[in-house]
């Protein structure tokens, strides 16, 4: 109740007791002595799932922006937790990918790809390992959703709400808060939808600024694809329905393939977009940046949301004048700058959207 509440309020209601009386009869809420307890939940519509309407007609910019903001509000106010030792928690996930790939079998992935890609991720492990330590002592490391995919996030009264986080297991929720969102945007490019994903990441990258996270970003997506994949494989395993057991198998090998382009590197661009106010140079920044880089596309730095961002201002609202004098633009931009530095120091593509109206 207390880590759903955090983004589904309205779903999640309380506890109820399953109770026994003197008599040995069971009830749910009764009065005798609780045996059990369940989660008490509005029921929402389940064709609503966002995995579900992204498979259907694809994801709107009004469901995606609002979602982006309720990721960064889960993980700025979530619990610190700067003892975990989340290397450790990633290199248990590694050995498990391969112990349930193997269980999985040669009829799904082969013997000779699941070597090739634990191996890929025992490498990037070893040259990301002093990062994840270092986003430890920066507490990016907290309590987290931890199963944070389209098919745990609804449609709610025209609001996306995610729900179902995982209260069972610390070493699954208590994680970097860009493995918590890799997941949604691996899920994303995994449908194919890098539109999506790109609109999603760059949102939740405004609310954070978070860019010292973009150089473990991909190896974090190709975890969660693999997870997926194994998942999928044994569910595939357990389906006594022929049809559906490859079907599920099917998905399986997609999940696996897309963990292995998750890992593959792209030349690093920046690109300008630069002059008068009102001429579409966010319009076309964001139309270019999914296909830009590395999924899920370039980091686009908007002198106009940098400026919103520094003064206080909501991405949608208008700033007072005061802050388009010369003094507060020289501030923007070298924020924009500097974003854009840290960006590419984490091997990511960046497009600046700007009027860039003076050389310097």
């Known amino acids: 109740i207390m880590l759903n509440r955090r983004t589904a309020p309205d779903l999640y209601i309380g506890t109820v007791a399953v109770t026994m009386d003197p008599g040995n009869r069971v009830a749910i809420g009764g009065n005798g002595t609780p045996l059990d307890w369940l989660v008490e939940m509005k029921r929402f519509d389940p064709r609503k799932t966002l995995d579900m309407l992204a498979a ?10 609002p979602l982006a903001d309720q990721c960064a509000k889960m993980h700025s106010s979530a619990r610190i937790l700067d003892q975990i030792d989340f290397p450790a928690t990633i290199a248990g996930i590694i050995s498990g990918n391969r112990a349930e790939l193997l269980a999985a079998g040669e009829a799904v992935f082969g013997i000779n790809q699941i070597d090739e890609l634990i191996s890929r991720h025992e490498h990037a492990f ?7 330590e270092h986003r430890t002592m920066q507490h990016h490391v907290r309590e987290c959703h931890g199963d944070l995919h389209l098919g745990n996030i609804c449609l709610f009264e025209g609001r996306p709400l995610i729900f179902d986080a995982i209260e069972f297991n610390e070493a699954f929720n208590a994680i970097d808060t860009f493995y918590d969102i ?3 945007l691996m899920d994303l490019v995994a449908q194919k939808d890098r539109r999506a994903a790109s609109i999603l990441f760059n949102r939740y990258l405004f609310r954070n600024s978070d860019y010292d996270a973009l150089r473990v970003l991909p190896f974090y997506q190709s975890l969660r694809a693999t997870i997926r994949a194994h998942v999928l494989a044994k569910s595939a395993s357990q389906s006594t329905d022929r049809a559906r057991q490859e079907a599920l198998a099917d998905r399986a090998r997609h999940y696996f393939d897309t963990a292995n382009t998750l890992l593959e590197k792209a030349p690093v661009r920046i690109i300008a977009i630069g002059g008068y106010s009102g001429t579409g140079k966010s319009t076309l920044a964001n139309r270019v940046a999914p296909w830009v880089g590395a999924s899920p596309g370039a980091v686009v730095l908007s002198s106009d949301l940098i400026r919103k961002r520094l003064f206080s201002g909501e991405p949608e609202t208008r700033l007072d004048p005061q802050f388009y004098r010369p003094e ?20 990511v593509s960046v497009i600046l959207d700007a009027t860039f109206m003076h050389a310097e």
């Open 56 to 65: 259907e007609n694809g994801l709107e910019d009004g469901l995606l922006l």
């Open 126 to 132: 070893r040259e990301l390992k002093s990062a994840m």
């Open 182 to 184: 890799g997941f949604l």
């Open 328 to 347: 507060a633009s020289d501030r923007v931009y070298r924020e924009l700058l500097d974003c854009a530095r840290r960006t590419l120091s984490g091997q």
